[in-house]
Each structure stands twice: as C-alpha cells, then as structure tokens.
C-alpha cells in the first residue's frame, strides 16, 4: 500500500522539490527518479518525501543544532526553522573556527550541522569534518556527497522548494519532539518561510509565468520538465512500487575521502 505523501504530492510538484539538474553525480544517482529528453533530471518524490520524515526525526534528538546557507533564497526558511526547533542560524559565510576554535568568539560545540548546499557552504562541511559533528545536507543532483552523512535529496536552488522543506522538517521535529501531538497543531504558516519580499511575489503571480515553459526553480528552461512524472507523483505511488521502503528508508549514506577517513569509526553512517 503506498505511504501518503506529509503534503500532496500536487504541492511538492507545484515547489518544484523533484527538479534536479542537468548535472548528475554518481553518489546522487541513486535519488534521481527519471532523466528527461533534455538531460534534466528529476528526483524521486517518494524518497524525498520518506528522507524528510528520516531528517525530521534524526534532528529532533539533537539538542545542538546549526543550520547553514550561503545562498540568499534560503535566509529567510533557515532563520525561521531555526527559530521554531531553538537552533543556531548562519546566514551567509561561515566563519572558519566556528567549531574548531574554542578561542574564536563565535566558538560553538554543535552535535549536528545542516547545510543547504554543501557546494556552496564548503566552509561547514570543512569544519565539522575537523570537529567530527556529523553533517545533514541537502543535496541535488549536481552535488558530491563524500562527507554528508545524511543526504536529504531534493531541489536546493529554488526559494519555494526551500521554504517547503524547512516548513515540512519543523513541522516534522516538533512532532517527533511532542510539542505538537498532530499536523493540525502547527501554527508557523508557510509564508514565513518565504520571506516577505518573496512570498508577496508568489501571491502576485509574478512567477506563474516561468511554470509553462520558461526559467525552473531548478535552473535552466523549464517546459514541460516540472511535470515530468506528475501523472504517477500526484496520484501518491510509482510504477516501482516499493521504491519508498527500499531506496528511501535508513540506508547507509556512501562517504569517502576526508570525511569518511576522519570519522572513520564514530558509527555516524547510520542513516
């Protein structure tokens, strides 16, 4: 029986989550649901979908939490998550010794770090390497995974697709916390995520435009790539049933090079 999506699935679509890119790296290769015509991949829903419910829960038991991102579309989504589960935002750079240098004024003893992109937040995937705090990342097609321990597959570049990830993996924390016994009791609205500026753009249509064949959250021209495979997501199963428990569950995430030398022995490949 097919596992009902945490949103419809109509709505992951709408965000433009399972857009990839037309890069593709071997460690991602595993995420990416189907290619399209045009070289664009598109990632798999049901695992994005089961990958959050795994973060949510791996990151509720985490006392400790900083939440990284370099990119300006996700400032707005990482300050109020941070806000809703008591966690540490760093918008912008990431000072080096942050986690290596109990004498840096900004000296913190994270248990977990989260990044939005680790290409782009290279800086914290450096220093939890060095200060062995595992490392949640999301990661799109295009991204290397050597030092992630827990990958959350899904579209880094788009704003929507942002807010909607920070939104679900709150709401999933809070749950999983026992501050809320039911999805209902989440008040933080989605639009908070957003930011004002951009959430005002989403109302007033001003990017309606791009969804029928102009610029993806994804990059690139769009088309008919936001729908790719909307008839089987929407309708909340796959034509590989079973791809949800059996390339989305706890698996062990691959790591390699420093990472996976220096934290060799930790057993923080868990997930």
Not at 70 to 88: D, L, P, Q, T, Y
Not at 118 to 137: I, K
Not at 176 to 202: A, L, S
Request: proline share 3%; hydrophobic share 35%.
């Amino acid at each position: 029986m097919p596992v009902r999506f945490l949103i419809p699935g109509d709505k992951y679509l709408g965000a433009g989550v399972h857009i990839g890119t037309l890069e593709k790296t071997g460690q991602m290769e595993r995420f990416i649901f189907r290619v399209c015509p045009d070289g664009l991949a598109v990632l798999d829903l049901h695992v994005v979908d089961n990958r959050i419910r795994v973060v949510g829960e791996f990151l509720a038991n985490q006392k400790k939490m900083v939440v990284v991102s370099r990119k300006s579309v996700a400032h707005a989504a990482i300050r109020k998550f941070a806000e809703i589960v008591g966690a540490k935002a760093v918008c912008g750079r990431f000072m080096p010794g942050m986690l290596t240098n109990p004498g840096y004024k900004d000296f913190y003893e994270a248990d977990v770090i989260f990044v939005v992109d680790p290409m782009a937040d290279y800086q914290a995937v450096e220093e939890s390497v060095r200060a062995r705090v595992p490392l949640v990342a999301i990661c799109n097609t295009y991204n290397e995974t050597n030092n992630v321990d827990l990958i959350l597959p899904a579209n880094n570049k788009g704003h929507r697709s942002i807010a909607v990830l920070f939104w679900l993996l709150a709401r999933e924390i809070q749950k999983e916390r026992g501050t809320i016994k039911t999805y209902r009791e989440f008040k933080p609205d989605i639009k908070d995520f957003y930011g004002k500026e951009r959430y005002d753009q989403y109302r007033e249509g001003r990017e309606a435009g791009r969804e029928g064949g102009r610029e993806s959250e994804g990059g690139g021209r769009l088309g008919g790539r936001e729908s790719a495979g909307r008839g089987r997501f929407a309708a909340g199963r796959g034509g590989r049933g079973g791809w949800s428990s059996r390339r989305g569950g706890r698996d062990r995430d691959r790591r390699g090079g420093r990472g996976g030398n220096r934290r060799g022995g930790r057993g923080r490949n868990r997930y």
